[in-house]
């Protein structure tokens, strides 16, 4: 806005400019990060990624380039899939400045690790606003322990369930309680094609979350126990208690928001 002098009720501007905004927001992730997948979609110098560049014009299309010599890559694969990342509703993406319109955005390479961005639109921006409220919402205690071997998930299975036995026997009531296999259906659940899978080692992780801070640590506890108290050949162990915040999304009338900026040196 400041370097093209757009006004800020110029919504097909402000619009263009909130898809180029919203192309490099994640930095690495237009230039090859969380795109990587070896033998589908193969970036070479992951090691080395380089961030993002956008040459904007005074119309507000673009070209998505990369520092030179840098790991990544820029192509019209990497740009679509940012282009769509987090996007409910292409036509009507809300900012504080615009509703932007992604609907008719064009991709075209136009040179190595160089890909133009046209297209992009938008209408008024939104009366309300979107807030995040944060607030305490309690505990969550985490305990893990390995297995491997013949039976190894047949052992993890009967750990977590005298994990389950234990925390009811002590009296602890948690609001929420997993108890995954990692590698198994810590993702996935029921539906994994691994779910019943018989793999040679396996992690399990007890998780809860409860009001009280004690309640978590005595999860964690119950775990370890597991060395000398479950299963044949458990080990690796691990216990950890944090303090959550929880967060709610609501909207606010604009009107009622009072923008302010402080400056203080350091």
Known sequence: MHAFGWRPDDWPRLGAGTVVGHLVECAGQITGGYYAD??????????????????????????????????GIVTEHTCAEQLLYEVHQPDRYLTPDS??????????????DRVAVAGGTGGPRPQALKVSVGYRDGYVGEGQIS????????????????VRERL???GVQPRELRCDL????????????LAHADPNEVRLRV??????????????????TLLTNGPAGGGGSTRSVRETVGIES????RQLVRPAVELAKV
Do not use: C, M, Q
């Open 99 to 112: 509703s932007a319109d992604f609907s008719r955005v064009t991709l075209a390479e136009v040179g190595p």
């Open 147 to 162: 297995y491997a071997g013949p039976g190894a998930v047949g052992r993890a299975r009967l750990a977590a369930d005298i």
């Open 250 to 253: 609501a909207s606010i009338d």
């Open 182 to 193: 990692l590698g198994v259906n810590a993702l996935h659940g029921t539906a994994s094609a």
């Open 38 to 71: 070896p033998g589908v979609k193969d970036v070479p110098g992951l090691g080395r990624l380089g961030f993002p560049i956008a040459e904007v014009d005074e119309r507000g299309s673009a070209v998505i380039t990369k520092v030179s010599g840098s790991g």
């Open 207 to 224: 998780v809860a979350r409860t009001n009280a801070r004690d309640e978590a640590t005595r999860l964690g506890g119950e775990v370890e």
């Open 168 to 170: 009811e026997l002590i």
